[in-house]
């Protein structure tokens, strides 16, 4: 179910519109990162981006921060940090507006999809937005920061702090990512 960053859409098989997977163009640096999220939002579907709300914005300006990606000034910031060999995906793409039991189970049974898919793209870096992420890729939620399972593919997998934590704690989370970034030699950091 991945598509063209022209797609901003699929169609799931039971026939319900949901947002595509992002992934680097042809033309561009394969994907040596991914972020991952929990859930594929409604409004995410509606504007067909990743990442457009307030709270997405402001942990996508944290991975900005952090050197993740170089932002423009352009409106939708996956479509700038893909084309520099990021991707997204959401662990459900079944739309859903909140965590309840049944959104926690869709993505547990989708998750070894993705995973799936992040290994056979060979991904060095996870980026999980969420808790959920973490849990799902890697066994556990473990604290916000480098988890210290990895994947089972042997990529490195780093959990968002809280979009709601303090900002000096975020800042220490986020330093690691930052660290990280500039001291190994991954995808377009090579």
């Known amino acids: 179910m991945t598509a063209s960053r022209r797609e901003r859409l699929t169609t799931l098989p039971d026939g319900t519109l949901t947002l595509a997977q992002l992934w680097p163009a042809e033309d561009e640096p394969p994907a040596w990162a991914c972020i991952v999220g929990g859930k594929t939002s409604p409004g995410a579907i509606t504007n067909g981006h990743f990442y457009l709300g307030p709270i997405g914005r402001r942990q996508m300006g944290r991975l900005a921060d952090a050197g993740l990606y170089v932002p423009t000034d352009e409106p939708f910031q996956d479509e700038v940090a893909a084309a520099q060999g990021i991707g997204f995906v959401n662990l459900s793409q079944v739309p859903r507006s909140k965590d309840d039991p049944e959104t926690l189970t869709l993505m547990r049974e989708h998750s070894p999809a993705v995973e799936a898919e992040l290994a056979r793209r060979d991904v060095e870096l996870v980026i999980s937005m969420w808790r959920h992420g973490a849990r799902e890729l890697a066994g556990s939620e473990g604290r916000p920061g480098f988890h210290p399972n990895g994947t089972s593919w042997g990529a490195e997998l780093f959990r ?10 975020a800042v220490v989370i986020m330093d690691e990512l930052r660290d990280f970034l500039e001291h190994h030699r991954l995808g377009a950091h090579r």
């Open 160 to 169: 968002m702090p809280s979009p709601y934590a303090r900002a000096i704690e």
